[in-house]
């Protein structure tokens, strides 16, 4: 039988998790949802890595920023969402700068929360504010993706890039050819071109 995606929902707030377990449960066909109250009961998670992390920013003890770095070296390439009941930009960030591949407002519907989940599971961009990507120069890719792309342009094959960020080769080929779509482009060669004259990389 075909089975649907992991989630790992990190938050400290029963009511919140039950009640986006329930709405996940009943928008995504399969999904299953494993929850967590802290950073430290996520560690503490047996079994295959998840397909995706939900993590609140404000948990106690290890706050969620604090925290991404200790789920991407537990699971490599696993995207992270954060969930917080503030936007502020600072955090926002702090938060995409450390990793996060997107950041939720708990004040969110279901379905943006939903739509955004999703777009996550495909591994697709986060799409940006009307002038935010020129002012800040992320073209619409992933945190994940710019890293990539960076390595593609020093020149380094998809097993060389999967050792330095510890993925697959099979999920660095799935970020070049999501990064070749965003750029428009349809080799490695003009990703870096393209790259270096719109100052993604230096």
């Known amino acids: 039988m075909p089975t649907g995606p992991t989630l790992l929902l990190v938050d400290d707030h029963a009511l919140f998790r039950t009640g986006l377990a ?7 066909p399969d999904v299953r949802v494993n929850e967590a109250a802290s950073i430290q009961d996520a560690m503490r998670q047996e079994g295959e890595a998840p397909d995706l992390v939900l993590l609140d920013i404000q948990l106690q003890g290890l706050n969620g920023l604090d925290g991404i770095g200790l789920v991407q070296r537990r699971w490599p390439g696993v995207p992270v969402l954060m969930l917080s009941s503030h936007t502020e930009p600072e955090k926002v960030r702090q938060a995409l700068a450390r990793g996060a591949a ?7 519907t279901a379905d943006q929360m939903i739509a955004a989940i999703t777009r996550a599971l495909r591994g697709e961009a986060v799409p940006l504010p009307a002038g935010e990507a020129n002012d800040s120069g992320h073209c619409g890719l992933t945190p994940r993706q710019f890293e990539v792309l960076d390595l593609l342009c020093q020149g380094l094959s998809n097993k060389a890039i999967g050792r330095r960020l510890n993925l697959s080769e099979h999920t660095v080929r799935g970020h070049v050819q999501a990064t070749l779509a965003v750029l428009d482009v349809s080799s490695r060669s003009e990703a870096a071109f393209a790259a270096r004259q719109r100052g993604l990389v230096h």
Not at 22 to 28: E, P
Not at 102 to 108: G, I, M, T, V
């Open 102 to 108: 997107d950041y939720l407002s708990k004040a969110h």
């Open 22 to 28: 329930m709405v996940l449960a009943s928008a995504i």
